[in-house]
């Protein structure tokens, strides 16, 4: 492998990662949110 070869693999890599970083974000910030808005959904509902 040549040092072109060995960037191209680094760079494959590094942006597979940074990808799979930010869906696993952006999965658990909509978890949490749905998490934080389910309470509140009952909350004004019990009421009525």
Do not use: H, W, Y
């Amino acid at each position: 492998m040549g040092a072109g070869d060995q960037f191209a693999c680094m760079s494959v890599v590094a942006v597979f990662s940074l990808a799979l970083i930010v869906t696993s974000s952006l999965f658990a910030e909509s978890r949490a949110a749905k998490n934080l808005a389910m309470p509140a959904v009952q909350q004004v509902r019990a009421p009525r």
